[in-house]
């Protein structure tokens, strides 16, 4: 055939038409990582709560609040101190890590000097400390128009108490302080304090016990040296004037000692 009577061959142009989230389309992964991620922060979530105490989860709320200039709360973290900052004097009376409130502490500049060093030989402030570090978190000192504070508190797990009978814990604490309580004539107080408990397990009980406990904490006094004669008075307070916010803390199961001014007991 000759090649001027061939007819031209078609041009054909094939397109592949791509529909954009296919099968094999990437955008659900996308989604999908989205999905992951929400829910790993929603169980993150969950355990932090199970896990923290109020405070903690204070300490948490405000690190990510914009406004908060100081966070005086926990940060959340479970050393000696407990997530908290050594430049708060608050947060270290709270958690037993020393530091003197002066709350309107009206003595003698003497009297004051004498119930600083004792604060200062209990926390360890001129050298060694009289307690252990362990110890230490049980511990909180005050100065105030009454005299010095020195508070015990239970933790979480370890307690003062074994319903009214001190435990070893307790005996240590006295034990370790008795030598500086000998060492100042003052007279002393015992004063105790328990937290509250559920209103559906509420017992009309919590008066007896705190008074147990103050005279369980001054029946071990002679046994650390220090003479009963001292102890002008012991009280028990029941559930008020809680130290942390909820009532059903542990940290409000506390035991203070106070070193009275202007009152020396016979020896």
Do not use: C
């Not at 142009?13 to 094999?24: D, Q, T, V």
């Not at 900052?85 to 958690?95: F, H, K, L």
Request: proline content about 5%.
């Amino acid at each position: 055939m000759n090649a001027k009577n061939e007819k031209p061959r078609p041009i054909i142009i094939k397109r592949k038409k791509i529909i954009a989230g296919g099968h094999h389309g990437g955008a659900w992964k996308v989604a999908y990582a989205d999905f992951v991620t929400a829910m790993m922060a929603f169980f993150m979530l969950m355990w932090l709560l199970n896990a923290t105490t109020e405070k903690q989860r204070s300490g948490l709320a405000d690190y990510f609040s914009p406004t908060t200039a100081i966070i005086r709360a926990s940060g959340g973290g479970d050393g000696a101190l407990g997530g908290r900052s050594m430049t708060a004097d608050a947060s270290q009376i709270e958690m037993g890590r020393g530091g003197v409130t002066d709350t309107n502490a009206n003595g003698s500049a003497a009297e004051d000097g004498e119930l600083k060093a004792l604060e200062a030989a209990i926390l360890g402030k001129g050298g060694e400390s009289l307690l252990d570090e362990e110890e230490l978190r049980h511990v909180a000192v005050r100065l105030t128009d009454e005299g010095l504070v020195i508070e015990f508190f239970d933790l979480p797990g370890s307690p003062l108490f074994e319903g009214d009978v001190p435990t070893e814990l307790l005996e240590r604490l006295f034990a370790s302080m008795g030598p500086e309580l000998r060492r100042v004539p003052n007279a002393l107080a015992v004063e105790s304090f328990v937290a509250a408990v559920p209103v559906v397990r509420r017992e009309p009980q919590l008066w007896e016990r705190s008074s147990a406990r103050a005279h369980g904490a001054r029946s071990i006094l002679p046994d650390v040296g220090v003479s009963d004669a001292r102890v002008v008075r012991v009280t028990g307070h029941a559930d008020r004037r809680p130290a942390a916010t909820d009532p059903l803390s542990d940290r409000n199961n506390r035991l203070e000692i106070i070193v009275l001014r202007d009152r020396v007991a016979p020896r």
